[in-house]
């Protein structure tokens, strides 16, 4: 019996150690295993990174490429916005070039338009786009009422939008108010000669986010209009000085035409009087003469 004990705990001891060999063992593969699993989870986690960084990216792109999808766009209106107003040399037709379909691929669906009149000392309404009538009186009251900040805008030749970190809040969110738009740009109107202005363009539509890219399309523009002002102006001057010139050579000629016309008078008069002093002048010289000519013949004796 003293063997049989022996022998099962010999039997005891080697399933123990064989227990701990396995458990070892087990521990070994837990702790590959844990570090596999580490392994694994960075990489999962290198990949998540890398896959959201392909998203952004990829979201980045499609932003860019809407961007400038809409600025080739906006180009393209532009272009052709200005081939129709430069069609036109009279000031008062320029503004009225602009349609409304134009804006609506610029994106806007309002627009208005004011130059500063020099002589009345305020801002005159050059263009009305989208807005009802009531809404014009209101526009143009405020416009009014705040002169001198657009004056300002004008002199600045900046232009401001809804989004410019340097417009004051106040009087963007009054603009907002006031042309009833989410989103805005306002450019002056520069032409070297006669009365400056600003361009107004609008939208209600809460998706439609403006960028620089918007400001400078409509700086483009605004541009555009001033260099047709500029030229019909500059049309206008000259053919107003031609139809000047032509009036002033209209009267010299009349005036010249008058003096030779008095020219050919006296010279008709001086004809007629030298005419007429020949004619009776040579009466009494004939008589003289044939007297003289019997006295130089000696007929009536000699002569002393």
């Given at each position: 019996s003293e063997n049989l004990i022996n022998i099962l705990g010999l039997a005891g001891f080697l399933t123990i150690i064989s227990l701990a060999i396995v458990l070892a063992y087990k521990m070994e593969r837990i702790k590959q295993l844990?570090?596999?699993?580490?392994?694994?989870?960075?990489?999962?986690?290198?990949?998540?990174?890398?896959?959201?960084?392909?998203?952004?990216?990829?979201?980045?792109?499609?932003?860019t490429q809407e961007e400038l999808d809409k600025k080739i766009i906006g180009l393209y209106s532009i272009q052709r916005l200005s081939r129709v107003i430069s069609t036109t040399l009279e000031e008062n037709q320029i503004f009225k070039m602009i349609e409304p379909v134009y804006l609506e691929e610029l994106g806007f669906e309002k627009a208005c338009a004011f130059l500063w009149s020099q002589i009345d000392k305020k801002f005159v309404l050059a263009i009305n786009i989208g807005n009802l009538e009531d809404e014009v009186e209101s526009i143009k009251s405020s416009v009014e009422q705040d002169k001198d900040r657009y004056l300002e805008l004008i002199k600045s030749e900046k232009t401001i939008s809804s989004i410019s970190p340097t417009t004051d809040i106040g009087f963007k969110e009054k603009i907002k108010r006031v042309f009833k738009v989410e989103s805005f740009i306002i450019s002056p109107i520069l032409p070297k000669e006669g009365d400056k202005g600003f361009f107004f363009v609008g939208t209600l539509n809460l998706d439609t986010l403006i960028n620089d890219g918007d400001e400078e399309l409509i700086t483009i523009l605004?541009?555009?209009?001033?260099?047709?002002?500029?030229?019909?102006?500059?049309?206008?001057?000259?053919?107003?000085?031609?139809?000047?010139?032509?009036?002033?050579?209209?009267?010299?000629?009349?005036?010249?035409?008058?003096?030779?016309?008095?020219?050919?008078?006296?010279?008709?008069?001086?004809?007629?009087f030298v005419s007429s002093v020949s004619h009776e002048l040579r009466t009494p010289l004939t008589s003289i003469k044939g007297y003289a000519s019997i006295l130089l013949a000696g007929k009536l004796g000699d002569l002393p």
């Open positions: 844990r570090a596999a699993v580490n392994k694994l989870q960075r990489s999962l986690d290198e990949m998540d990174e890398q896959a959201k960084l392909i998203v952004r990216t990829d979201m980045e792109l499609n932003k605004a541009n555009q209009l001033g260099q047709a002002l500029e030229n019909a102006r500059l049309f206008e001057g000259t053919w107003r000085a031609q139809q000047n010139l032509e009036k002033r050579v209209e009267e010299r000629t009349r005036d010249l035409t008058a003096a030779m016309n008095e020219l050919k008078n006296i010279s008709s008069r001086k004809t007629d």
